[in-house]
């Protein structure tokens, strides 16, 4: 009976964490909105090219023993990002289940404290990257072994009698203590988690009933703890004189060693700023309202939903029964030792990044390091508003907030559903322009608008699209983000100047004289920057001074293995709009075929389409200007003629490619057009 009770019991807290879960961050990967980001990329491209046997090496200058979660879900998932989210999410549900069974522990009659705190951690808006569902995956497995450890030292606790042990203590341990090894030794991002055992165990000690603290309650504390120091001295042995700091050096350890006292001043400062950040500001940004409004209704439905899922469940004859029973019932205030317990997870969630000076902030790529601060932060806030608000307005206020929060989370997933649109939209244009790229092709660009993917991240979908069977760890192609790399590789180098370079552990070696230049803006036309197309208004200036060497001829415009598409996590062909017809003209153009170029030319504008980005008319222009189709040509200046900057730029390419046919009568013309349409007359 009493199981069957438990059961009963749990079934509507658990029931309302899956709700939350899913509606912050399951409905996106319902509706197919995700697929790679940032890092995932480079993951997924070590796994098709050398295989889940591969990570071991990968993985060796940051996280050496990381490997197992890359080879076992490279085997099992593949390419396919499906399942990789749908991991992270059973991974994010075991980390929230997992807290709210060790918070029960502590305070088993404290029902809202606990059920706000639960919640405010699942629900935590800090943390912002969960999309990345490849690289993440680590982290919230290293989380949820965390968690479990500490939930088996707690269980464990609970099944000694005094002085005497059983089997089951043997049990909870041994899974405990390996629990803890392997989350420590895979990724020390939940260090902090570990500083705060001893406490967490004391509370519960201290909260349990009288006669099992009668058996000396410091006792119990180091039996039960002390044992948990020997997988943390040795990861702490093993990371500092073993492994060393490969990555993020201790800089405030360097710093201590030069100016003590400037030193720890800093640190202060610095700790009260992080503080306030993941406790303070990352709830508030939750008020935001979208900025698109054509998302307001769904929005707006999600926060109704989830407030009246909360405040419900806040208002049930359970949650409202323990209105005093944290003071009338427990020797001490459930609320003040949550309070307590939440300010040292907080200070101890901070010492990897604090040590090696790392940024914290809610912008990308700065949230990463907040997710450590989520369980401290979620106590802390959950035991505030129960010290400072009346039973009346915690639920109001709890409730609130997690409404809003699931709200922004939701903004936050339409950002990267926008981006993966954006990558797709790129790649299937580079793949209409070109067709095939000669092996050895380094494709550099500035200013680039995919905001969630560096350049390290776009070299492996260049070579899945334009190598889909490479195998071993060189890579085919290169792309490089000049405002990174030109300094390094192409400033003052001449022509044919060797290049090299590596990533983790995969290489890449060609020449300066490889070199093909992209710009692109979002929802613009991606255009191959060469000599003749350098003078484009607002290109940044690496990328004007690389145009002189960009070399349309790697551009293979009929490859033998077949048009290269990109990879199949990026969608199919989108609808041959604008942009296709765009690509397709400049091909003819590369090949000097003038009658392809206009009929291509024709069919577009018999189509009605038109650019986003006005600039983009410039290949048409040059077409019907080339061709002599004058007919066409001014209703085209006409439609170009939004804004002086565009408006300039494209009548003077038509007047040079009118002048360069000999046609002085028309070009008199048009010269009269452009002085009216840029506003001269």
Known sequence: MGNSSSSKRDLLPTVLISAIVFLAYGIPIVLGWFGFYVDDWIYIINNRMAGPQSFPAFVAWDRPHSAWIYMLTGYLFGDNPLPYHLLLLAERWLAVWLVWKILRILWLEAHRLVAAAVLFFAIYPGFQQQP???????HFASLDLCLFSIFAMLKAWQETDGDRVNRSWFIWNGLGLAASAVALFSCEYFFGLELIRPLILWIAICNHPQEKRAASPLKQLLKNWLLYLAPLFSFVYWRVFVFSFQTY??????????QFVTALVDMGKRVIRDLITVSCSAWRQTARIPADQTQWIAWTGLIIISFLMVFGFLRTRKCLSNQDSDK????????????????????TAGIPFWITQLDIELAFPWDRPTIAFSFGAALFLSALLNITLSHGFQSIAIAVLIALSIGFHYQNNLIYRDENQKMADYFWQLAW??????????LVSEAIPLNRYSDSDLTPVVNWQYSPDLKGYAYDYKYFDLDLRYQLYFEGQEAGTPISHAYRSHQFESSSDKVLALF?????CLRVITNETRFYPDLPQNLITMAKQSNPALIQLNPQNGSAVPPASLGEEPARGYCYYYQQIERAHQLGDLETEHALTTQLLDQQLAPNDQLDWYPVIRVLAESGDFNRLEPVL??????????DFLCKKALEYIEEQNKAQFQAEFAEICKFETGER
Do not use: C, H, W
């Open 249 to 258: 050096q201790p800089k405030f350890l360097d710093k201590l060693g030069e």
């Open 638 to 647: 006409s439609a170009a003629k939004n804004s002086e900057r565009t408006s």
């Open 520 to 524: 692109y803006q979002e929802d613009g």
């Open 328 to 347: 009338s019932k427990a020797p001490v205030n459930s609320a003040l030792q949550m309070f307590t317990l939440g300010i040292a997870a907080l200070l």
């Open 433 to 442: 322009r070109a067709p095939g790229l000669e092996k050895g092709t380094i």
């Open 132 to 138: 990345i569902a490849v690289q993440y995956i680590l």
